[in-house]
């Protein structure tokens, strides 16, 4: 047996090894959810498990598999660029690949931005970009939105407003600060101090699916030019066609001073991200021969993420994938709006593209009330598993809660079609229906997830965890 085939069948329970060598809690989580299956093949927008079983993502790994799973262009350049022993990990060597995806990401920016740096993750583009902001402004304080999410690593973990990943991991980055989303007048008045770095914010508050008002970005972009503050977007997971445009940005007509990118770069396969600045910022701080290396990343430009990310980027370019994302993200908020007058449990519903929450409410009855009001005790985020959990067990639909409140986050990859779309929204209608029963198996499953939560024998946030 060869060592790839070993390391496909050597564990037929995956958790076992998880529990033991990673992180348990997580494993019990899964448990607890029902989440704790053995898939054994991807395919496009479907998880198969070893019996055949085939399940359907709305979820995408928080957006990452975009194009789905297994996209076989990418697929097929990967394994080309293994086999023809290209160069890679040579720091004093830059392959055309490199470039030749910057050039891509470029070409569908404005035209200002076009410097690029290559990274791993989202976080560590976060990361680049408050330091090159720093650097470039010689100001030492940086702005985030409340409710935002950056990141796990210090600088960006710093930026995130949740308390929840903060906890026990303090003192976090000096001078950060949060206001409001959507908020200009708290804006303008930390803006107005002229101490500000950088407003780093998301064009969509990922973690709960909260959408701009109509005029906010462009007021945002005209307040930090006109105080001196630089703009970045976070657009790791809006960017590369989720809302229906090449970048978010574009749905406001904003030049933003930095862009960040990653999760869908790849296609899915790769870990790969991106800051892209202007070349005048850029020059800022790497303005001399001996600071060249001043911002480094060993893996951020290797051979694989390079290639990997210019198969991405073709594959949506010649099968029309933000064009149709426009489509069907306009099918799947409409059937969405027709659920909410028919469900009362639906309170509201937003998202542009195939980045779209539906908030769940407090329900009507007063008995349903109190198990509302146990549920939010035990865990906030914990009242969405109503409907995920029944979703995933009796439909095989993945869908996710999408933090500390009452929103389910739906990322449908970008390949999906109307088809997929009717069969998400006829689940969710029948799962709606069945939650009307106060007594029946789903208000079960969770009440009983809340009291063994309160009980302390199982985890305190039963969630997602971007």
């Known amino acids: 047996m060869n060592s790839a085939k070993h390391a496909i069948t050597r564990s037929p329970d995956p ?8 992180n348990p809690k997580l494993v019990e989580v899964m448990g607890i959810l029902g989440f704790n299956k053995h898939y054994t093949r991807y395919q496009g927008c479907n998880l198969f498990t070893e019996d055949g079983t085939s399940y359907l993502d709305f979820h995408s790994g928080e957006g990452f598999a975009s194009l789905g799973h297994n996209h076989p262009a990418i697929k097929r350049a990967l394994i080309d660029a293994l086999e023809s022993d290209l160069p890679d990990g040579v720091q004093i060597h830059y392959s055309s690949h490199s470039g030749e995806l910057a050039e891509a990401i470029c070409r569908h920016l404005p035209s200002e931005l076009n410097a690029v740096f290559f990274t791993n993750s989202g976080t560590e583009a976060v990361e ?6 720093r650097s470039a402004s010689g100001r030492p304080r940086l702005l985030s939105c409340d409710q935002g999410y950056h990141g796990l690593t210090y600088g960006a973990l710093s930026v995130t407003s949740e308390s929840y990943f903060k906890d026990g991991f303090g003192p976090l980055l000096p001078g950060c600060q949060t206001v409001p989303f959507n908020n200009l007048e708290r804006l303008e008045a930390e803006l107005k101090k002229k101490d500000v770095a950088a407003f780093i ?5 990922g973690r709960s699916v909260t959408v701009p008002d109509p005029g906010y970005f462009k007021q945002v972009e005209t307040l930090c030019r006109k105080y001196g503050t630089y703009l970045i977007f976070d657009e790791i997971q809006t960017g590369l066609g989720r809302t229906g445009k ?22 899915g396969y790769m870990p790969v ?8 910022i850029y020059n800022k701080v790497i303005n001399s021969l001996d600071r060249c290396y001043v911002q480094h990343s060993t893996y951020g430009r290797n051979r694989l993420s390079m290639i990997a990310g210019l198969a991405s980027i073709r594959v949506m370019e010649e099968e029309r994938l933000v064009e149709k994302t426009e489509q069907l ?17 639906i309170k509201s519903v937003r998202g542009m593209g195939l980045m779209v929450g539906f908030e769940l409410g407090c329900p009507g009855s007063l008995r ?3 198990e509302w009001k ?13 409907v995920v959990i029944p979703l995933h067990r009796d439909h095989h639909i993945i869908t996710m809660a999408s933090g500390h409140n009452d929103v389910i986050k739906l990322l449908p990859p970008l390949v999906a079609t109307e088809a997929h779309i009717t069969q998400f929204l006829n689940a969710l209608d029948q799962v709606l229906t069945s939650c009307r029963d106060a007594k029946g198996r789903n208000w079960k499953t969770i009440y009983d997830i809340a009291r063994r939560t309160l009980g302390g024998t199982s985890p305190s946030a039963v969630r997602s965890e971007a």
């Open 15 to 22: 958790y076992h090894l998880a529990s033991k060598y990673l």
């Open 246 to 267: 090449w970048f978010a940005l574009e749905h406001w007509d904003i030049e933003p001073d930095f862009v960040l990118v990653a999760k869908a770069l790849s296609g």
């Open 128 to 133: 680049a970009a408050l330091k090159f902001a």
């Open 273 to 280: 991200g991106a800051m892209i600045t202007r070349r005048p």
């Open 374 to 386: 146990l549920i939010h005790a035990a865990s906030e985020g914990l009242f969405p598993q109503l």
């Open 201 to 205: 914010v998301e064009p969509i508050q």
């Open 368 to 370: 349903d009330r109190i």
């Open 329 to 345: 993200g306009l099918s799947l908020l409409a059937g969405l709006h027709r659920l909410r007058e028919k469900h009362s449990l």
